[in-house]
């Protein structure tokens, strides 16, 4: 997929956009969207392992009056006349594979100068469901609305604050080397921090940030781990963390191909011990 700027310049400028002038998209803009939405290029290094996803825009005209009610914002979203949404059947890794390719299409979208928000929680699966005729098997993991971001952005402030969504955690926290009990330096990595830099900037549920790294020592070689959340609001939390996952292998593929390194992906666990709370997800090797 073409971009018009740096994946890292996207990945900066990509923010969670929760109210929209309500307009739809002018027609030459749908299109391009609606362009991207059928490419065959949204595929991830999980798509072998799960197949692919796919993805419409809904219009929010769409929808019966009473529908429209019940679409299950809960008042997280306004103006939003749109709605990106995409389907899965379910599998080990279709979270995975869904992360990815919804965070691609999001940073398409932020190419376009359009605002979108990944939604796992706070809306109605059952009418978007209807709306694309999903299959008995499958399932719809997120959405997100897509528009054009308002100048105000009054009620996303009080968000934005409780869940502290510009802070991320500390490199040393979520990057290791070797092992779990040696903290990655960011020094004599060369591109490869500005790559693990663009993981750590990802959107997450809640922020709460799931992925941990762990560099082979003296090797281009990154175990991806997911961090599984603790606490009363763990279960609350659990359901979106691969998700989160696809996320993070999303940004850190896309900024190495960036600098035009190539690699690939790879399935075999590394056996490191591990803390509690931490599953082996997925290992990048450089080519």
Same mark, same amino acid.
């Given at each position: 997929? +073409?971009? %018009?700027?740096? =994946?890292? +310049?996207?990945?900066?400028?990509?923010?969670?956009?929760?109210?929209?002038?309500?307009?739809?998209?002018?027609?030459?803009?749908?299109?391009?969207?609606?362009?991207?939405?059928?490419?065959?290029? !949204?595929?991830?290094?999980?798509?072998?392992?799960? &197949?692919?996803?796919?993805?419409?825009?809904?219009?929010?005209?769409?929808?019966?009056?009473? *529908?429209?009610?019940?679409?299950?914002?809960?008042?997280?979203?306004?103006?939003?006349?749109?709605?990106?949404? &995409?389907?899965?059947?379910? %599998?080990?890794?279709?979270?995975?594979?869904?992360?990815?390719?919804?965070?691609?299409? =999001?940073?398409?979208?932020?190419?376009?100068?359009?605002?979108?928000?990944?939604?796992?929680?706070?809306?109605?699966?059952?009418?978007?469901?209807?709306?694309?005729?999903?299959?008995? *098997?499958?399932?719809?993991?997120?959405?997100?609305?897509?528009?054009?971001?308002?100048?105000?952005?009054?009620?996303?402030?009080?968000?934005?604050?409780?869940?502290?969504?510009?802070?991320?955690?500390?490199?040393?926290?979520?990057?290791?080397?070797?092992?779990?009990?040696?903290?990655?330096?960011?020094?004599?990595?060369?591109?490869?921090?500005? =790559?693990?830099?663009?993981?750590?900037?990802?959107?997450?549920?809640?922020?709460?940030?799931?992925?941990?790294?762990?560099?082979?020592?003296?090797?281009?070689? #990154?175990?991806?781990?997911?961090?599984?959340?603790?606490?009363? !609001?763990?279960?609350?939390?659990?359901?979106?963390?691969?998700? +989160?996952?696809?996320?993070?292998?999303?940004?850190?593929?896309?900024?190495?191909?960036? #600098?035009?390194?190539?690699?690939?992906?790879?399935?075999?666990?590394?056996? =490191?011990?591990?803390?509690?709370?931490?599953?082996?997800?997925?290992?990048?090797?450089?080519?």
């Amino acid at each position: 997929m +073409d971009f %018009s700027k740096s =994946i890292t +310049d996207l990945i900066k400028e990509r923010t969670s956009w929760r109210t929209y002038y309500p307009k739809l998209l002018e027609d030459d803009v749908k299109e391009k969207i609606e362009g991207i939405l059928k490419q065959g290029d !949204l595929v991830s290094p999980f798509s072998s392992k799960t &197949g692919t996803c796919r993805f419409e825009l809904v219009s929010v005209l769409e929808f019966e009056p009473d *529908e429209q009610r019940q679409l299950g914002t809960y008042g997280m979203i306004s103006g939003a006349q749109e709605f990106i949404v &995409g389907a899965s059947e379910r %599998s080990e890794y279709y979270k995975l594979n869904y992360g990815y390719v919804m965070e691609l299409i =999001i940073l398409k979208a932020t190419d376009l100068g359009l605002g979108t928000c990944w939604l796992g929680g706070t809306f109605n699966r059952t009418i978007f469901s209807k709306k694309i005729n999903c299959k008995a *098997e499958e399932v719809i993991p997120a959405i997100t609305p897509i528009g054009y971001p308002a100048k105000r952005r009054s009620r996303e402030k009080i968000i934005r604050k409780v869940i502290q969504a510009k802070k991320r955690k500390p490199w040393e926290t979520i990057f290791f080397n070797a092992n779990f009990q040696n903290s990655l330096s960011n020094e004599k990595l060369n591109e490869y921090s500005t =790559i693990l830099e663009m993981v750590r900037l990802g959107p997450s549920a809640g922020n709460k940030q799931p992925w941990r790294i762990v560099k082979k020592e003296n090797e281009n070689v #990154f175990h991806f781990y997911v961090k599984y959340p603790e606490g009363k !609001l763990a279960v609350n939390y659990r359901p979106f963390v691969r998700l +989160d996952m696809g996320i993070a292998t999303c940004h850190f593929d896309l900024t190495a191909k960036q #600098f035009g390194i190539k690699g690939g992906w790879h399935f075999t666990n590394p056996d =490191i011990p591990l803390p509690e709370n931490l599953d082996y997800i997925v290992t990048w090797k450089s080519e």
